[in-house]
């Protein structure tokens, strides 16, 4: 179906009101689906969902979260953690604060390196956290 959202209203409705830390935020007005062809040889389609806060065994950050297929059929959703610890350690280590943009910067490149990674689709079902070194590494990529 062209123009429809591949979800139902039962995952729109888990996806919102799950008890990760309420709605998400930060949704684009209009949708667009983007590609990614991994080293693991499958090509992905994705959407950026928004994010909001998570809490979870003494962590907090942020969850990004993004759309995911790797056949257009079936969708799911696939969140990146990105604990306020490990962006601490970096705006610590080099005096300065990132901003909300470059987060989401490092988000998305850890879901392309999980994409590159991770040997099925199936696992992308499973979340991405991003770990301090993860955060130094993309950002040093990144040129920022």
Same mark, same amino acid.
């Given at each position: 179906m062209r123009g429809k959202s591949p979800y139902?209203?039962?995952?729109? *409705?888990?996806?919102?009101f799950s008890k990760k830390g309420?709605?998400?935020e930060g949704a684009p007005a209009t949708r667009r689906m983007k590609t990614y062809s991994a080293q693991s040889g499958y090509v992905y389609q994705y959407y950026y969902d928004g994010h909001r806060v998570f809490r979870s065994g003494g962590e907090s950050g %942020?969850?990004? %979260? *993004?759309? %995911?297929?790797?056949d257009r059929k079936k969708w799911h959703p696939s969140a990146v953690l990105v604990?306020?610890?490990?962006?601490g350690a970096w705006e610590e280590s080099h005096a300065r604060e990132l901003s909300s943009t470059e987060r989401y910067a490092v988000a998305k490149m850890a879901l392309f390196q999980a994409f590159d990674?991770?040997?099925t689709p199936d696992l992308m079902k499973e979340e991405v956290r991003v770990r301090p070194a993860d955060v130094e590494a993309i950002i040093e990529t990144l040129g920022l």
């Open positions: 139902s209203v039962i995952s729109v *409705f888990r996806r919102f309420g709605p998400l %942020v969850e990004f %979260v *993004f759309s %995911v297929s790797a604990s306020d610890a490990a962006i990674e991770r040997p």
